[in-house]
T-cell receptor, first 112, second 116 residues
Framework: SQKIEQNSEALNIQEGKTATLTCNYT??????LQWYRQDPGRGPVFLLL?????KEKRKERLKVTFDTTLKQSLFHITASQPADSATYLC???????????FGRGTSLIVHP | DAGVIQSPRHEVTEMGQEVTLRCKPI?????LFWYRQTMMRGLELLIY????????DSGMPEDRFSAKMPNASFSTLKIQPSEPRDSAVYFC??????????????FGDGTRLSIL
């Protein structure tokens, strides 16, 4: 069955360091992969989208990579700040579909 | 710009009662999604509408759940009768829907539902 895996353990890092979150998938051939941020008591907020034919996408301090051979996406936040503390979810969509499937998310805690 | 608006933000009711959750999508978006989020199961799709028509309702748990979209600016999710296991946060999301899979979803802030 299709599975999306994100680390269930919180990632704790020091302010200023680069945070790297992982999204692995099995039995899936996504055409699109998205990353969202979710704060407590709020809905997910879209951050970045990367297509299967793209290796890397950047937006300000954020960088996403997409390796369809490894079946993995990495999400990087450079120069992390305490305000980056949140849960980050990846979402995969197959070609020909409008409907993404979300991972469970990984909590990021940036310590001052 | 107004985002996706959901109401109520919180709902506490007793088992067996009818619950109605409401959603106003972003104007101009023609895709609408209802999700349920729990600690155990994460974010699960319940139903997807495109141009006000239900396209995929395979995630609706059972006949107690129903969803409607009478027009482009309003959707409801109804649970009747409600059960304690329905307790969760329910999210509505909309997207432009102009590119298959390539459109970001815009979420409301959800309705936190507690069934006693």
């Amino acid at each position: 069955s299709q599975k999306i895996e994100q680390n269930s353990e919180a990632l704790n890092i020091q302010e200023g360091k680069t945070a790297t979150l992982t999204c692995n998938y099995t039995n899936y051939s996504p055409a699109y992969l998205q990353w969202y941020r979710q704060d407590p008591g709020r809905g997910p907020v879209f951050l970045l989208l990367i297509r299967e034919n793209e290796k890397e996408k950047r937006k300000e301090r954020l960088k996403v990579t997409f390796d369809t051979t490894l079946k993995q996406s990495l999400f990087h936040i450079t120069a992390s700040q305490p305000a980056d503390s949140a849960t980050y979810l990846c979402a995969l969509t197959s070609g020909g579909s409008y409907i993404p499937t979300f991972g469970r998310g990984t909590s990021l805690i940036v310590h001052p | 710009d107004a985002g996706v608006i959901q109401s109520p933000r919180h709902e506490v009711t007793e088992m067996g009662q009818e619950v109605t959750l409401r959603c106003k999508p972003i104007s101009g978006h023609n895709s609408l999604f209802w999700y349920r989020q729990t600690m155990m199961r994460g974010l699960e799709l319940l139903i997807y509408f495109n141009n006000n028509v239900p396209i995929d309702d395979s995630g609706m748990p059972e006949d107690r759940f129903s969803a409607k979209m009478p027009n482009a600016s309003f959707s409801t999710l109804k649970i009747q009768p409600s059960e304690p296991r329905d307790s969760a946060v329910y999210f509505c999301a909309s997207s432009p829907g102009s590119e298959l899979g390539g459109q970001p979803q815009h979420f409301g802030d959800g309705t936190r539902l507690s069934i006693l």
